[in-house]
C-alpha cells in the first residue's frame, strides 16, 4: 500500500513536467555520463529507452554508442525475464511488450547481460542506501538478483529520496544517475 501511493505520486510528479523538463533532463543524462565510476573502463553497458514521463534516455544511448561502447537494451520476454539486443540509432527501435521501444536486431538472450561492464536500469526513485523503486513488475529486481555488475537508477535530481519503501524481494543499486550528475548511494 506505501509502495503504491508513492508510486501514483511519483508518477504524478513525472507527468507534470513540461517537455522543455524532460528535454534538459535528457541531456543532462547524456552530459554526466562520464560521472559513473566505471564508464572509463567499460566496454559495453545496458540502458533502457525511456518511455511516457521517465527521464530521457535517447542522449544517453547515442553519446554512449558515440564513445564506442556497445549498449544493450532490453528485450522483455514472458515469464518476467529480459532478453538482450544492441542499440543501432533510435531509426533501429521498434515497438515491444508493455509499450517498450527495443532494438529490431537479433537477440543476444538473457545471458548477453553478463558481457556489460555496468548496469542503467531504469527506477521511480532511490534512497540514500541505494534501495531502488521501480514501477512493480519486478523484471530488474530479477536480473539485479543474478549480476554482480555496478547498476545505476536513471532518475530525475528530485527522485533520489531520504527512504523508499523496501521488500524483502527488492535489489539495490550502486548509485543515480540524474540529469545534474552521479549520485553514490551506500548499498545495505
Known amino acids: 500500500m ?14 507534470s513536467r513540461s517537455p522543455a523538463e524532460r528535454r ?19 566496454r559495453c553497458v545496458t540502458a533502457y ?8 534516455t535517447g542522449p544517453l544511448l547515442d553519446e554512449a554508442a558515440a564513445r564506442g ?9 514472458r515469464g ?3 532478453a538482450w539486443a544492441a542499440y543501432t540509432g533510435t531509426a533501429d527501435l521498434v515497438a515491444g511488450r508493455f509499450g517498450l521501444r527495443e532494438p529490431a536486431g537479433p537477440r543476444l538472450g538473457p545471458e ?3 558481457e556489460a561492464d555496468l548496469l542503467l536500469v531504469p527506477a521511480l526513485a532511490v534512497d540514500r542506501a541505494g534501495h531502488r523503486l521501480g514501477r512493480g ?13 555496478p547498476a545505476y537508477a536513471v532518475v530525475f535530481d528530485d ?7 523496501v521488500d524483502a524481494h527488492d535489489r539495490s543499486v550502486t548509485g543515480a544517475l540524474t540529469p545534474s550528475g552521479f549520485v553514490r548511494l551506500v548499498k545495505s
Open 24 to 42: 534538459a533532463a535528457a541531456a543532462g543524462l547524456a552530459r554526466h555520463l562520464d560521472a559513473l565510476p566505471e564508464i572509463g573502463a567499460a
Open 159 to 165: 527522485e533520489v529520496l531520504d527512504a523508499v519503501p
Open 2 to 15: 506505501v509502495k503504491s501511493r508513492l508510486r501514483a505520486q511519483l508518477l504524478a510528479r513525472r507527468a
Open 49 to 56: 529507452v525511456g518511455v511516457d514521463d521517465e527521464p530521457g
Open 137 to 149: 513488475g519486478g523484471h530488474y529486481d530479477r536480473l539485479l538478483a543474478s549480476l554482480a555488475q
Open 69 to 77: 561502447l556497445e549498449v544493450l537494451l532490453p528485450v522483455a520476454l
Open 80 to 82: 518476467g525475464r529480459l
Open 112 to 114: 548477453a547481460v553478463a
